[in-house]
């Protein structure tokens, strides 16, 4: 009897080999994994970006096990894959420090793939690293003859020459740009720069020796994510004293105390007297005060500047119950900055507005 069990089990197994392995695989029905790349959200600039079949492609399954690496353009036209989550990625080059010249595209997407049935992935590619350009004045140059530049992200760090026309990429994060000078380094300012973001830096210096402090003043440009700063180096602390040279919200806290500052930036709700940490975004009651924010998407109290509507032309233009449709817009106010209002950095007094078209 033994025998013949074992011989029936034999054939069984022999059958199924002949066919990989059909009678089990059938318990398990396969689904298959396509994907197609959307080339369009990639840049109005081909020329800057690689053949995307040379783009590099990624596919993980649920146990983060890869089971597929390599070249978009030698990838299969599908896989098949059992039933369960998947991670597509795509990146047109490896990123990992500060480079000239080294835009990096890509999109990562999670899908389910039922048994049996195929699924195919669109990955719509647009710019994963952030950007810094400098330019530097002359009187810069002459205020400065013998020092040096460079972006700093973490360890790394990119020399960035006077007469450099570059982007400089780097990674989403804080961003520092150095001046070495005469023996020393100077921090001349850190910025947190987001995905798509392209910063540009205007450099200039009133004169004078060299070496000497630093200010900060700002002017953000209003095309997409390509933003704009004017850096003086050697001037003082007058930054912010007109709108053109207005400060950001999040250059507020360090010249809380000064008084007819001019800052910009975002409204993003107001009702502050609410508790919770948030901004109130939405059916906004209170016309006295508003939340300005760095940028539109904002809501964290303690991300924005409580800025002070006064009695009388400020209020009646500004106030959010009365004008909702001015959340989200960019705005430039002037007035005295104080350490808190509202729990957070504060405008009292504001005096002056412009919103521009």
């Given amino acids: 009897m033994k025998k013949c069990l074992l011989l029936l089990l034999s054939l069984l197994w022999a059958i199924t080999a002949c066919d990989d392995f059909a009678f089990l695989s059938d318990l398990h029905p396969k689904g298959e994994l396509r994907w197609v790349m959307d080339g369009g959200h990639l840049t109005k600039s081909p020329s800057e970006i690689p053949d995307t079949n040379d783009f590099i492609l990624t596919v993980r399954n649920a146990a983060g096990e890869i089971l597929y690496e390599g070249s978009y353009g030698d990838s299969p036209e599908a896989l098949p894959v059992v039933e369960g989550s998947y ?8 990123f990992t420090a500060p480079a000239f010249d080294r835009p990096q595209y890509g999109d990562e997407q999670v899908v389910v793939v039922p048994a049996g049935k195929s699924v195919t992935v669109k990955l719509q590619c647009t710019l994963l690293n952030a950007g810094i350009r400098v330019k530097t004045a002359p009187t810069f140059l002459s205020s400065f003859p013998s020092g040096e530049l460079y972006i ?29 000078n005469q023996g020393r380094d100077e921090t001349l300012f850190t910025r947190s720069l987001h995905e798509r973001e392209i910063l ?3 450099l200039s210096a009133p004169g004078g020796k060299e070496g000497g402090g630093s200010s900060v003043s700002v002017a953000v440009d209003t095309t997409k994510n390509w933003s704009v700063e004017d850096y003086t180096a050697g001037g003082g602390s007058g930054g912010g004293k007109d709108w053109e040279n207005a400060l950001s919200v999040a250059e507020a806290a360090a010249h809380a105390g000064e008084k007819g500052v001019w800052i ?41 500047v409580a800025v002070e509507l006064p009695k009388g032309a400020v209020r009646d233009a500004l106030n959010l119950p009365a004008h909702p449709e001015l959340i989200g817009r960019r705005i430039y106010v002037k007035g005295n900055l104080v350490d808190s209002y509202f729990g957070t950095v504060g ?3 504001t005096s002056e507005y412009m919103i521009p078209d």
């Fill in 152 to 180: 700093k992200q973490g360890e790394n760090a990119l020399r960035f020459a006077y007469d450099e026309q570059r982007i400089a990429y780097t990674l989403p994060g804080d961003v520092s740009l150095l001046l070495y």
């Fill in 264 to 304: 910009h930036g975002y409204i993003v709700g107001g009702d502050l007297t609410s508790a919770g940490k948030s901004v109130k975004t939405s059916g906004v009651t209170k016309n006295t005060h508003l939340a300005l924010a760095s940028r539109s998407s904002v809501s964290a109290k303690t991300s924005c």
């Fill in 87 to 94: 991670t597509v990625g795509v990146v047109s080059l490896p």
């Fill in 200 to 202: 540009t830096v205007n």
């Fill in 347 to 349: 405008l009292k007094g």
